[in-house]
DNA sequence: CTCGTAACGTTATACTGTAACATCATTACA
DNA sequence: TGTAATGATGTTACAGTATAACGTTACGAG
């Protein structure tokens, strides 16, 4: 699994940020674009703590309600999302619009891919229909094994 | 979302633990018995913390490695699933068979209800199928909100 | 019997996340 | 311009979740 960001990529989620920002009239203070640089620049998943650890770096507070508070705002603008199973996170690969997405998490590196696929989203609704179930939006979350990991074995 | 357990379902619920252990080879010990009828009788996902209380009152030790490990074995025989989200575990729904299964969460409630969707998991299977990923056994989880709370708004 | 293994107990600690309140900056408006 | 409201961040303290490491007990195989 792909675990590099490019430089495009890094700037397409900021550019994507600012959007989202002045489109919800938030701030992207100089915290929150650090933040989203961080995760943008590990390119997988990674913890709050270690989001923490670099901050303290850079000058900013490094008690933890710094890094909860700001994920927490990224998350509502949809440009990270968290991944429960590892509790980690992770720069939304499609931060353009709003989406129910499906992440591959690979246990062995620690990789992820996101992708959306109007074909489980329909059939995850379906079953949720059928309970009178209101999904809120999400990313569902699928854990194995990578092809260059798999490789690797 | 229905929460109650009937006598039945737990009935059922033991019986194939003695089934997947006599299988595995493994041992159906007290504890073990007792968790399973612990989750069993919630009726809805509940946490490590509460169960240990549980065990407590009767007479096992109540230090957090006992429900932790318990659990895991009960999950390795596919009894019991976690729910990420919110750090909690369930009985399983459908014990007696391998299953990829999808699982909707109630935030209002707490309540929770399998399926197992053919749809999805093969529509998903694909995905991974393109990804060269292997998925590992699972349940994926849904968050939202189910038909009892959102009529009670 | 005794040896090896599985199960369980015990202690300590690591990791993850939040409550509550203080401080500072920005905006709005009298 | 004062001042009040709001939003953002800082700070302290703590709650909740999970595991490492090691000791003890139970029990069947040889
Ligand atoms: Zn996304
Ligand atoms: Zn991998
Ligand atoms: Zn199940
Ligand atoms: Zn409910």
New interface residues.
Partial sequence: MRQKTTAAERRAGLAAAERACSRSGKKLTPLRRRVLELVLNAGKPVGAYNLLKSLRADGFSDAPPTIYRTLEFLQAQGLVHRI??SNTFVACSRPHDDHFG?I?V??QCGGA?E?E?Q??IA??GC??GR??????R?V????????DC?AAL
Same sequence: chains 1, 2.
């Fill in positions: 429960a199973k499906l591959f690979c246990r891919v992708l696929e074909q489980v059939d995850i079953c949720a309970l009178g179930f209101q999904m809120s999400q569902l979350e699928v854990e194995g094994t990578c092809r798999g």
